[in-house]
């Protein structure tokens, strides 16, 4: 999956990495980017608040039947395995004016999105992320599905890219994480919760009161 930033150039999707990572390495690559024992190449971006609503504000026709059933069941799975993560963050579904807006788009895989910004003009992945940002500060986001991506992969990429708009915005290339991180760069969308070092991440990126 990929993930863009609305303003500012777009930065790499993953850092390379091999073997376990311990928490601080795994911590420092999802969230700005460090490849292991070296600097940030991103800024933490972090939502100043600690509440955010999540919902699905468009439903292109494509989606009708089953993708649309399923995209709603992805939803609440995600937000439930995100809102038992343990962090300081909480997140309910709202389809009005949400903070993290998804899109069901009529646009496939490889091509250019023609909705509305952040996603507009963005090269569309099987689903991909843009956040509105001021500095370090997330003041939105927009997940985009594309019309190609099969329904056996929505679980498993809604929790992917609802935890990239909280701010965890890099993959993790390194065959290790495949089976135990949702933002492994290698994993096939097979797995549809959070590994351990995930949750480790949200947490340290959102701790709790």
Partial sequence: ????????????????????????AFYRLVACAAPPDGPCAKPFYKWRRTTLTVGIITRDPSFLGGKMKRADAALVRALKHLNAAGSGMSLRQSDTNPDIAIHLLPTKRGTTITAPAPLGGLTMANAITALDVDGDTIGGAAIGFSSTMTIRQYESVMLEEIIQALGLITDIQNPHYQTRSILSQNADNSLKTLGEQDKMALIRHYPPN
């Fill in 1 to 24: 999956m990929c993930l863009c930033l609305a303003h500012g150039a777009q930065a790499q999707d993953f850092v390379d990495s091999s073997g376990p990572l311990d928490d601080a």
